[in-house]
């Protein structure tokens, strides 16, 4: 009963984790685009002015996609605890169990990874849409 309480406490907390992490990395996807969608390059004057803004939540959204998987990781290493506890518990090997209970685990990692893949697509995208706002400024400075 305890583990069975446990393992939805760990499952739920897991996903709910993800979850939490994808809003956030998604809000700052959707703030990154509008912002490149809307920046005026002509009203820089330093290059380091225009770097700053334009890396702005870039750093955020690196750090979700490269540490999703660590939380989908986590979550999988305690499902396994949990079924080897249960099994422990019960006495009984029963392959079916062990299986099931293993198989369940592996959501988690696989969550992480659907979490993290996108993520990770996305940054680059948005990096190097930075590098091609920079040179165009660049290329502006120099009709100066």
């Given at each position: 009963?305890?583990g069975l309480?446990?393992?939805?406490?760990?499952?739920?907390?897991?996903?709910?984790v993800?979850l939490?992490?994808?809003?956030?990395?998604?809000?700052?996807?959707?703030?990154?685009?509008?912002?490149?969608?809307?920046?005026?390059?002509?009203?820089y004057?330093?290059?380091?002015e225009?770097?700053v803004?334009?890396?702005?939540?870039l750093?955020?959204i690196?750090?979700?996609?490269?540490?999703?998987?660590?939380?989908?990781?986590?979550?999988?290493v305690?499902?396994?605890i949990?079924t080897?506890?249960?099994?422990?518990?019960?006495?009984?090997v029963?392959?079916?169990?062990?299986?099931?209970?293993?198989?369940?685990?592996?959501?988690?990692?696989?969550g992480g990874?659907?979490?993290?893949?996108?993520?990770?697509?996305?940054?680059?995208?948005?990096?190097?849409?930075?590098e091609?706002?920079?040179?165009?400024?660049?290329?502006?400075?120099?009709k100066?």
């Amino acid at each position: 009963m305890f583990g069975l309480a446990l393992k939805d406490i760990v499952e739920y907390g897991i996903f709910g984790v993800l979850l939490a992490m994808s809003i956030i990395a998604l809000w700052a996807i959707i703030e990154r685009v509008l912002f490149y969608r809307s920046i005026m390059l002509k009203s820089y004057n330093k290059k380091v002015e225009l770097e700053v803004d334009l890396s702005k939540n870039l750093t955020l959204i690196a750090t979700i996609g490269s540490n999703a998987p660590y939380v989908g990781l986590l979550g999988t290493v305690f499902g396994i605890i949990l079924t080897f506890v249960q099994i422990g518990q019960s006495g009984v090997v029963d392959t079916g169990a062990i299986m099931t209970g293993l198989a369940l685990a592996l959501y988690a990692t696989a969550g992480g990874l659907l979490v993290a893949i996108p993520f990770i697509v996305f940054y680059n995208f948005l990096l190097r849409q930075s590098e091609v706002l920079i040179a165009k400024w660049e290329a502006l400075k120099e009709k100066d």
